[in-house]
Nanobody, 123 residues
Framework: QVQLVESGGAWVQAGGSLRLSCVAS????????MGWFRQAPGKDRELLARISWSGSGTYYEDVVKGRFDISRDNAQSTVYLQMNNLKPEDTAVYYC????????????????WGQGTLVTVSS
């Protein structure tokens, strides 16, 4: 059983930056594709970015393309989300997720979810 723990959420002013981290334990991290999702109040959970097990493939949804960057360190069993030029509409709980297949993330069907970390962006 893989456990995922996110950290790095905070309050930040619009235009600022944050880096979220997600540490995995209990499984073979370097065999898992990883993704970041978010859920704003009153809205559905949405996929933001995905990264392949090796890190060679990264994929972004249009809402964050050019502002957010996903990366991973397999030696540290950690995936990151660097968020730049944050906007008030980025306010949400951010979740990392793990899947044995990359397509499971885009299908919103990862095997594992973290508990989430709150990001608040003020105008």
């Amino acid at each position: 059983q893989v456990q995922l723990v996110e950290s790095g959420g905070a309050w930040v002013q619009a235009g600022g930056s944050l880096r979220l981290s997600c540490v995995a334990s209990g499984g073979a991290f370097d065999q898992l594709s990883m993704g970041w999702f978010r859920q704003a109040p009153g809205k559905d959970r949405e996929l933001l970015a995905r990264i392949s097990w090796s890190g060679s493939g990264t994929y972004y949804e249009d809402v964050v393309k050019g502002r957010f960057d996903i990366s991973r360190d397999n030696a540290q069993s950690t995936v990151y989300l660097q968020m730049n030029n944050l906007k008030p509409e980025d306010t949400a709980v951010y979740y990392c997720a793990a899947a044995k297949l990359l397509m499971k993330l885009s299908a919103y069907q990862p095997e594992y979810w973290g508990q989430g970390t709150l990001v608040t962006v003020s105008s």
